[in-house]
């Protein structure tokens, strides 16, 4: 087995040319972190508003706030966890 040097690695990665394909996965990545971010953001903005029209106590706030942030940790499991079981193409509709 050829064994390969750190040195060498980053020497070709430096060399390498970017592509289309490079471009369009750190536009994808960078959305999909965009899109988490807001949706968390987003969270602590609602359970604001949502307190003073519904005179939640602060267990129930804090009930509502678990409540949501599990949501947001299920959606993204079985988002992450689908292409997985039932295959990349057929959750994205995209095959290379």
């Known amino acids: 087995m050829t064994e390969i040097r ?4 980053i020497a070709a990665l430096d060399e390498a040319s970017l592509s289309r394909f490079h ?7 960078g959305m999909g972190f965009f ?3 807001y949706d968390l953001f987003v969270i602590g903005i609602a359970s604001t508003l949502i307190t003073k029209d519904w005179n939640l106590s602060s267990g129930k706030l804090a009930l509502l706030n678990s ?6 940790f299920l959606g993204r499991w079985y988002s992450g966890a689908s292409p997985t079981w039932a295959g ?8 290379p």
Not at 6 to 9: F, G, N, P, T
């Open 67 to 72: 409540t949501m942030l599990f949501a947001a």
């Open 88 to 95: 990349a193409s057929a959750c994205t509709g995209w095959s």
């Open 23 to 29: 471009l369009r996965t750190v536009l994808v990545s």
């Open 35 to 37: 899109t988490d971010a």
């Open 6 to 9: 750190s040195s060498d690695l």
